[in-house]
């Protein structure tokens, strides 16, 4: 019956009848999401989660028990279990197509990006990181209309969760919006049904737009259930306030927030792990070369000239050569760091390749742009790089080419094509400079 | 007035009057959202979207203009001059917050991640890809009730757009749904709202998730417009079919859908790029050791062996010396590729250091193991690498430390010192290959 209603509404079902066999049809399928009774021939609603979950590949995907009404201590066992949400039967046909957009929704919104080939999603890459129930932590707010009922809710609740609960009220959201803001908010939800609007202001706030939202009505008013869900509520409690469930779903939900935060956060590592040199801690030459692309727009736009500078370590190889790869690194650090320091918040400063560094400075003109390469020239001969582990240092300079752009054109079509030839002006200053002698500064003039 | 109300609602408001000093305002507050009148004392809600657009930093941020009900025209203009939506006076309340809350949910879709100190956000970065404007043409799918509205709306709107409209009704959702989805759906919206959700249903599906949705009410229904806003339509129309209107908003959109996605698909090479070693597009080690993780996991969940190898190219430093660095690059290109051709799709290869491989084999015996450990071994030395532009070969040949795990403990605590022992003890065995004379497999004992 569920399967022909949900084909109707444009689902593909898979449908298995009990718990064997269930794992290959699961791993054959990948699921958005699986709907169980309570019960199976050979098992529960908790061991269809426990099966997932054992599955690196489908430990994301949520599990929606179905459950006969009167059976509380079932529902509570199952959201022990980690189940995801549990709907009682009859259940209304709106609200389980509610509640199944906004599972599809939420799980979006944390997709792990598989990669070519590899069965390892880059989202759980992390294998140090404590596991969710290490998390510290969370702070719940509690949204209610009356001072008693968010007291007697906060009271009724705390002994119950490792979490902090405050309670707050619908007149005093400014505290509930401000920094830190809540990982959990419980909105209290009237039959009036005006709290809705919040649920989707909570949403689209910068800082609330991740954290859990439980919404509690005192009646099963269905159609509000099913605007919650499809206005963002994560899970939706009907009937008298039953602390302990309510510390459950808050448990998983919290859970949830946490490893879907740690995969932003993963994402957002990775991403800059793909611009940064690792060794340096510079930016790469997969950074550099837009950013110096937006350099020379701004320079066309606002009609101000740039500094272009390459930068090379003479007779590197030497070093790596007499004192091994481990000196070679710490004078490549070292150098970066010394380069740093010169520079302006800015200016572009990326590795590029081995031991050269690319270098620009925005508004900057000639008399300015020869001074800061004189200086970062000397900044490297000036005094030995210190070799790890030895009291001794190396004495190591740097050649650099020098382009300055003052007479910028509109912008082109082709802008790739123009930034190959500024660096490739820049890399000619840089080979007279190699040739007269290196530890010197070229310059190509701006004509050139 | 709008400051009141929307202070009331909790939104921080910076206020300018007039066009002249926007821009360092603009700067300075780096707003979400600039709601604006038509008309300015010195300017148009037009030139406030160009301000907007000129910056890189600001371009992404929705303009909201505000206008008189009566001047279509201005309306229209405002359109095809890119402002992103236009509020006719006098609005309502909750309709004007439904919208806000809307284009903050949007527009946090499509962040750009900014990075430490740079002005380049990484989803900017692929300087080299067409404008939108260049993209090839959308699908635009009207849905709507009767044959003949579709029919109608369509012929209207064709002739005004580049990209291509179709037709469909509510009750062939299927054909909407299934591949190639549509880029655009056009909603129309009756005054029982039951299509609303449909709404929230094509915003939860993986094949509209990220579609532009355009819901049409023939009558000004508010809250209807409202309820549409916070399911996720990105524009709401009221009153009689103008195919002029729904052309530009459509553009718009389309435009905007084009940006949202390219910077999607931009992080998702920002992330291959740092799981991927860019010299050989083999996995790097950022990628390798996690993966390593769940390798062991699997073996130690199901009761297996795998093998664990780590090979590393003989007196490499020899071929970049006599032949410079390009020829050592192409020596690892080709490592790398006959490596690759010798393994299984499951098995795990990365470059992990210079010429340092990590190769890990699931469901492996030492019989297995070693057989393969030997042919990869032989596919380096068999026969020379080309160099490049040159007619002659370099002889290569490669040492693998092999480690075999066939007496799998069962998870333990800490699975990062696991994998580090592993990797030490694959370590011990490729010293040994090498102080064995090179060119050769040597074998940790698994009791090691």
């Known amino acids: 019956m569920l399967k022909v209603q949900l084909s109707a509404a444009w689902y593909h079902v898979a449908q298995g009848e009990r718990l ?17 009774a309570m019960t199976l021939p050979d098992g529960t609603a908790m061991d269809v989660k426990n099966l997932l979950q054992q599955d690196e590949a ?18 509570l066992r199952a959201l022990a279990a980690g189940v995801d949400d549990v709907l009682v039967k009859p259940y209304n046909d709106t609200l389980l197509l509610a509640r199944i957009r906004n ?10 990006l598989p990669l070519q080939g590899g069965s390892q999603p880059l989202g759980f890459a992390e294998g140090s990181t404590p596991a969710p ?55 209290e939800l009237r039959p009036s049904g005006t709290e809705l609007d919040l649920i989707a202001d909570l949403r689209a706030r910068n800082t609330t737009r991740h954290a859990v939202l439980i919404a509690l009505l005192d009646h099963e008013t269905t159609h509000l259930a099913t605007a919650a869900f499809d206005l963002g509520a994560d899970a939706v409690m009907m009937g008298a306030f039953c602390p302990k469930e309510l510390a459950l779903r808050l448990e998983n939900q919290i859970a949830r927030k946490v490893r879907h935060d740690r995969m932003r956060a993963s994402v957002r590592n990775g991403l800059l792990a793909a611009v940064t040199d690792s060794l340096t801690g510079l930016h790469n030459r997969h950074y550099a070369l837009p950013a110096l692309q937006q350099i020379v727009r701004t320079a066309q736009d606002s009609g101000t000239s740039f500094a272009l500078m390459l930068g090379d370590l003479d007779h590197f190889k030497r070093v790596n050569d007499l004192y091994g790869h481990v000196a070679g690194d710490s004078v490549l650090i070292e150098t970066a760091r010394r380069l740093q320091a010169a520079l302006r918040p800015q200016d572009l400063l990326a590795r590029i390749g081995g031991e050269e560094f690319l270098i620009a400075l925005p508004r900057t003109d000639r008399g300015r742009a020869l001074s800061v390469a004189d200086r970062l020239c000397n900044e490297i001969s000036s005094h030995g790089f210190p070799l790890p582990g030895q009291d001794r240092t190396v004495a190591v300079t740097m050649s ?24 490739e002006q820049a890399d000619k200053a840089l080979y007279s400079a190699k040739a007269a002698g290196r530890n010197r500064v070229e310059l190509l003039p701006s004509a050139a």
Request: with cysteine.
């Open 20 to 36: 064997e066999g269930l794992k290959p049809l699961l791993r054959h399928t990948r699921p958005d999401l699986v709907l169980t």
């Open 58 to 75: 489908l430990a994301d995907v949520p599990v929606l028990a179905i459950a006969p009404r009167n059976d509380k201590a079932a529902r």
């Open 103 to 112: 599972f599809l929704r939420t799980r979006s919104g944390s997709e792990a």
């Open 133 to 187: 129930a290490l998390a510290p932590p969370a702070m719940i707010a509690l949204l209610t209309h009356g001072i008693e009922t968010g007291t007697s809710w906060r009271t009724a609740l705390q002994p119950r969760t490792r979490h902090r609960v405050i309670d707050r009220r619908f007149n005093d959201m400014q505290a509930v919006l401000s920094n830190p803001a809540p990982d959990a908010v419980v909105v």
């Open 400 to 423: 650099i080419g020098l382009k300055i752009c003052d007479n910028c054109t509109p912008p082109r079509r082709s802008r790739g094509a123009e930034i190959q030839t500024l660096i």
